[in-house]
């Protein structure tokens, strides 16, 4: 097994790197070979720009994927994404380790997938979702939040972090892959002082541990549940009776039953 | 009025730059005073890290919270930070104008996010949500998609666009905004050639005649409904009976009703 950590994180000391420090010797003890990106010392630039390509389909408009296919059919793309494309396609298995900023990644992760996630590539309009091409490889995020877990659950005033994290989950199962349940690490805050630091880094020693044993038997994590291509209509269309997976599609309100005369 | 367009886009030409020329002239017209915050022009560092920072609290370890606090006490945050905080709290209306790339903002817009939204300045404990540094502002996004808007409909494969841009549209209302409901301009498409090319040219400058009308009249905008303060109770848990405003929040089960026995 192969495995990949991408970091996002700007302070080499920070609780996310001692996280994908953990994953990685964890993984290594049982048999992993393991890469990890850490994004800010590998200098990758976050921004999708036309001044990273050294060739262009079209010098004078940049189009985003119009110029990843063509460096991609040209095998010319910008050196820092070549070499977290060859990462992602060397691993059977990816974590992304990153800090919730804004309830989503850091910009650097979201760049990340906006340069990385190559059209043409990585996806295409006939390799995508169920015949993606990083099929049989498995992807995870591990996330930690400053907020308390307590308000973070389904009727919590901050919501359901699992539910803020479909967009990401949803983009990798885009690519193909089987994407495991989320690891969450809530009441991470830095900046504490006295009994509270102590008691912070009691805890978060708790979680470091806990991380090695969770990343030590990844087939006990459960993947997330999405649709089935034939979930939709040819419209693309949730079928009437089909399960709904993500929290931003329902079904149409059932004409007869919403009139509450249905017996 | 006092208006500020932050547009996220990394061509000067593109649609978005053209929607965003056309949001300005429209308010404009009707009397706002208008800045554009082009972020790639204006040459906007797009990720959160301890380079950016002058004075520092801990030189040695960077939390991002620590050091923007102190920055925005010692007043000497970042130049680049220092001017969209200063445009931000200048306007009473801000539109944020971008590409939906992976079912989010652009790296780009996220970092804005992560650097502007300065915590001691923008937020802190004590202002936040209904007691916001940004009350009494307007904030709305301005989006467009690849996708076309059949499948961007609640039971449409994409999913409800609307609901993806949650995340954004819950941090601009945490600063304290009234968010108005966003527009969404689907099936923008680049590297089209040919007849389905000239079809698109007059597809957006439909779309362009639209965005000037959408302007010049923000009164018709609704507001995006969020829970109030106390639809949540003392453990930050939301009151039986309280509306939901989040696709991520959902209410308990009711113990009882869920044993299906209730009559």
Known sequence: MKSLIVLAHPEPTSFN?????????????VGHEVRVSDLHLRG???DEHGRHYRCRKD???????????????????????????DDLLWADFVVLQFPLWWFGMPAILKGWMDRVFVYGKLYSGGRRLHTGVCR??????????????EVCVPDGQEGDTRLILWPVH?????????VLEPVLRFGVRGGLEGEAAVEQRRYLAEQIAEHRRLFSDLKAIPSVPFNAADDYDERRRLKPGAPVHSPFIRHRPDPIRSQGNCG
Request: proline fraction near 5%; hydrophobic fraction near 40%.
């Open 17 to 29: 790197a001692a996280l994908a420090g953990a994953a990685r010797e964890s993984l290594q003890s």
């Open 44 to 46: 990758f630039a976050p």
């Open 59 to 85: 010098p004078a408009r940049f189009d985003a994927q119009t110029e990843q296919r063509f460096s991609a059919a040209q095998e010319c793309l910008p050196d820092d994404v070549r070499r977290e494309v």
């Open 136 to 149: 049989g490889k498995r992807a995870m995020l591990s996330v930690t939040a400053g907020s308390s877990a």
């Open 170 to 178: 949803y983009s990798l199962h885009y690519l193909g892959f089987d």
